[in-house]
């Protein structure tokens, strides 16, 4: 028997909330490691050992193995704890993340009909190698030069299903970006806007899956992050305490003693 669906009879107040997921994009040496480091119960899996100069919780990853077994670690020691053992789990960084995922795109599109064959090592003559009655991949296939861009789909779903199998574990899944220029035009007028560094469409599917994009940058002494949108920058939030906003987030002193402050980012 169908459960009966009651429907709303007005409208109910908006509320506020800490973003789920997000992402934080801004140049190199802007303050975006510095500001996750600053984060308390933050788990930090690391793509590119960019962190030793900083006190953090981290551990590193350079596959989709890897990462795999991270949330198997995570998912056990929440087990132990009867809890989430980390309010934040930061992913640094997106740009590297993504470079990771080739190997799995590739899986991916091998799981189809069309993809069987594709992207596996063969001998001279052209036949597939089997070891052990088993297929091997071709390190070197690069499921981005499929004809049409075909391949892209696969990377991006590679991507997001990375990114999505750890938002469960935790609070807040930050996911920390390198930024890039993109040419646009509208109304026969080419300009620039400042993206997120990632191939094709994947940039603007995360972002908009995101609950908040945040732009760091560095305006002297000071480190900010915006929330405001417009001015040729992918940026804004659906929590009302952030939308639309900039905060100060970081200042140093004389000696670049650097002292950070998210605490008006995530609500208690």
Same mark, same amino acid.
């Given at each position: 028997?169908?459960?009966? !669906?009651?429907?709303? @009879?007005?409208?109910?107040?908006?509320?506020?909330? =800490?973003?789920?997921?997000?992402?934080? %994009? $801004?140049?190199?040496?802007?303050?975006?490691?510095?500001?996750?480091?600053?984060?308390?119960?933050?788990?930090?899996?690391?793509?590119?050992?960019?962190?030793?100069?900083?006190?953090?919780?981290?551990? +590193?990853?350079?596959?989709?193995?890897?990462? =795999?077994?991270?949330?198997?670690?995570?998912?056990?020691?929440?087990?132990?704890?009867?809890?989430?053992?980390?309010? %934040?789990?930061?992913?640094?960084?997106?740009? /590297?993340?993504?470079?990771?995922?080739?190997?799995?795109?590739?899986?991916?599109?091998?799981?189809?009909?069309?993809?069987? *064959?594709? $992207?596996?090592?063969?001998?001279?003559?052209?036949?597939?190698?089997? !070891?052990?009655?088993?297929?091997?991949?071709?390190?070197?296939?690069?499921?981005?030069?499929?004809?049409?861009?075909? $391949?892209?789909?696969?990377? /991006?779903?590679?991507?997001?299903?990375?990114?999505?199998?750890? +938002?469960?574990?935790?609070?807040?899944?930050?996911?920390?970006?390198?930024?890039?220029?993109? *040419?646009?035009?509208?109304?026969?007028?080419?300009?620039?806007?400042?993206?997120?560094?990632?191939?094709?469409?994947?940039?603007?599917?995360?972002? #908009?899956?995101?609950?908040?994009?945040? %732009?760091?940058?560095?305006?002297?002494?000071? @480190?900010?992050? &915006?929330?405001? #949108?417009?001015?040729?920058?992918?940026?804004?939030?659906?929590?009302?305490?952030? /939308?639309?906003?900039?905060?100060?987030? #970081?200042?140093?002193?004389?000696?670049?003693?650097?002292?950070?402050?998210? &605490?008006?980012?995530?609500?208690?």
């Amino acid at each position: 028997m169908a459960k009966e !669906v009651i429907l709303p @009879t007005e409208r109910r107040k908006a509320t506020n909330f =800490n973003p789920r997921l997000l992402v934080l %994009f $801004g140049k190199p040496k802007s303050g975006k490691s510095s500001a996750v480091a600053s984060l308390d119960s933050n788990l930090i899996i690391d793509l590119e050992d960019g962190y030793r100069a900083l006190e953090v919780m981290a551990v +590193q990853a350079r596959s989709v193995e890897d990462l =795999n077994d991270i949330r198997a670690a995570i998912i056990k020691k929440g087990k132990e704890l009867k809890k989430k053992p980390y309010r %934040f789990i930061t992913i640094d960084n997106a740009t /590297r993340l993504e470079e990771m995922c080739l190997s799995l795109a590739a899986d991916y599109y091998r799981k189809t009909a069309m993809g069987a *064959q594709w $992207g596996l090592k063969r001998d001279e003559k052209g036949i597939v190698i089997r !070891v052990n009655g088993k297929t091997v991949a071709d390190p070197e296939a690069d499921i981005r030069t499929l004809p049409n861009g075909a $391949g892209y789909l696969y990377l /991006r779903n590679a991507v997001k299903d990375m990114v999505k199998m750890f +938002q469960p574990l935790c609070e807040t899944l930050i996911l920390v970006c390198h930024v890039k220029d993109r *040419q646009i035009r509208e109304n026969d007028v080419e300009s620039t806007e400042l993206s997120v560094d990632l191939a094709g469409k994947l940039g603007d599917i995360i972002c #908009g899956e995101a609950d908040a994009v945040g %732009f760091i940058y560095r305006e002297k002494n000071k @480190t900010i992050i &915006s929330f405001a #949108g417009g001015d040729g920058t992918i940026r804004e939030a659906r929590p009302l305490h952030l /939308r639309g906003k900039k905060f100060v987030i #970081g200042e140093s002193d004389d000696n670049n003693n650097l002292k950070m402050d998210l &605490s008006k980012i995530f609500i208690d």
